[in-house]
Every structure is written in structure tokens, then in C-alpha cells.
């Protein structure tokens, strides 16, 4: 299956920890990546490979996977983090790649 | 620095065709495969396909085989996307994506800035 599931929107208190998950068959074999995407911009990577930053991502910002189930946390949730989620995974056994329908994140 | 820049917004009436451009500078072009995204006013990102680092394949999802081309001119380096037969579905923000990859699996980084393609009669 080439389908990334993740719920559509999530919120969490200002400081709080805050996790978003994504499911996939895909993500048995593969790890996923991570965007994030605030209004009017392009995504940007936050987390990659098995949990890896880019240079200039907080270290709030960490990745896990375990089974089908990917999830990307963030441990003292700031304002600026408020911004859609998506993870993105090659299929399983295809070459084509797939994102998940994205998350909204809230930070009250 | 690593940069994608994309070409400006593009408005078109239905049936027509319209071509992106997405160059690349600060990295060896021809080392690294490129992904096509795009994304529909408030929805989410839909992948639409992958050129290969010489230019000489690519791989294009399934929703999108019959009208998308991509090409690459690696004197440039800069990677196309034509869309052909456009409908108001098709108005959205695409998106170049450089693809990095390791044994773990594969991202997207960086992003070029979008190219709005509008679609009305």
C-alpha cells in the first residue's frame, strides 16, 4: 500500500509535548521524513533518516518509528512551531513516493 | 548555499499547457535526483514525480503519466514540468524538491520557493 495516514489536526499547550503520527505500510522497511509548512511558504525538513536534523531545526524537534507507525515529537512546543506536518515515505514496493495528508498543529 | 528557484506564477485557460523551470546552483546538479510536489489551494502535498540525476529517466506517478513531463538541461541545471490538457484541478503551487537519500530512506531538501499555477477561463 502506498498510503501515509496522519490526523488531520492536533493541539498543544504552549511548552507542553506534542506528538504527531503517521501509519503506513511503508514505513515496516523505510523511515519517513518530516515537513514543516506554515502559510504561505514552502515545506521545509525537520526530521530525516532515523532521526536526524537539518542544520538550523531545534533539538525540540525529534523523530521515532516503530512497526507501520512513524511519530514526530516535539518537546516544548513553541509558538513558532504552530504549522502543518507532513511525513513522506517512498512505497514499499513501488518507486513512487507518498506524503500523508498532513497535520494541523495548534499551540494554545 | 544549496538553492532552487523556480519560475514565476503562471495563469492559463483550460486545455492549455504550461511549463515550470526549477534551477539549481550551489550543488553538483547532476549528483541528485529531483521530485516534483504539488500542492492544490488548502490541501495537502501531493507527490507527482522524480527525474534522475543524468536526466535520462524519470518516474511519474500514477495520477499524473498521461500529461507530465519532466525534463532536465544539465548545461543549466535546471529541471522542467510541463503539465499538459490543464483543468481548474490542476491550479495549484508546484513545487522542485532535491532528493537525498542514504540507507535509511529518503528526504526532500531544500525546497524551491513555488511556482502558482492558476488555471481559469
Known amino acids: 500500500s502506498s498510503e501515509l495516514t496522519q490526523d488531520p489536526a492536533v493541539s498543544v499547550a504552549l511548552g507542553q509535548t506534542v506528538t504527531i503520527t503517521c501509519q503506513g505500510d511503508s514505513l515496516r522497511r523505510f523511515y519517513p521524513s518530516w515537513y514543516q509548512q506554515k502559510p504561505g511558504q514552502a515545506p521545509i525538513l525537520v526530521i530525516y533518516s532515523k532521526n536526524d536534523r537539518p542544520s538550523g531545526i531545534p533539538d525540540r524537534f525529534s523523530g521515532s518509528k516503530s512497526g507501520d507507525t512513524a511519530s514526530l515529537t516535539i518537546t516544548g512546543a513553541q509558538a513558532e512551531d504552530e504549522a502543518d506536518y507532513y511525513c513522506?515515505?517512498?512505497?514499499?514496493?513501488?518507486?513512487?513516493?507518498?506524503f500523508g495528508g498532513g497535520t494541523k498543529l495548534t499551540v494554545l | 548555499q544549496v538553492q532552487l528557484v523556480q519560475s514565476g506564477t503562471e495563469v492559463k485557460k483550460p486545455g492549455a499547457s504550461v511549463k515550470v523551470s526549477c534551477k539549481a546552483s550551489g550543488y553538483t546538479f547532476t549528483s541528485h535526483y529531483m521530485h516534483w510536489v504539488r500542492q492544490a489551494p488548502g490541501q495537502g502535498l501531493e507527490w507527482m514525480g522524480l527525474?534522475?540525476?543524468?536526466?535520462?529517466?524519470?518516474i511519474y506517478a500514477e495520477n499524473f503519466q498521461d500529461r507530465v513531463t519532466l525534463t532536465r538541461d544539465t548545461s543549466t541545471s535546471t529541471d522542467y514540468l510541463e503539465l499538459t490538457s490543464l483543468r481548474s484541478e490542476d491550479t495549484a503551487v508546484y513545487y522542485c524538491?532535491?532528493?537525498?537519500?542514504?540507507?535509511?530512506?529518503?528526504?526532500?531538501?531544500?525546497w524551491g520557493q513555488g511556482t502558482l499555477v492558476t488555471v481559469s477561463s
Open positions: 524538491a532535491r532528493d537525498i537519500s542514504s540507507s535509511y530512506g529518503w528526504w526532500f531538501d531544500p
Open positions: 527525474m534522475f540525476p543524468r536526466g535520462d529517466n524519470v
Open positions: 513522506n515515505s517512498r512505497d514499499s514496493t513501488r518507486s513512487l513516493w507518498v
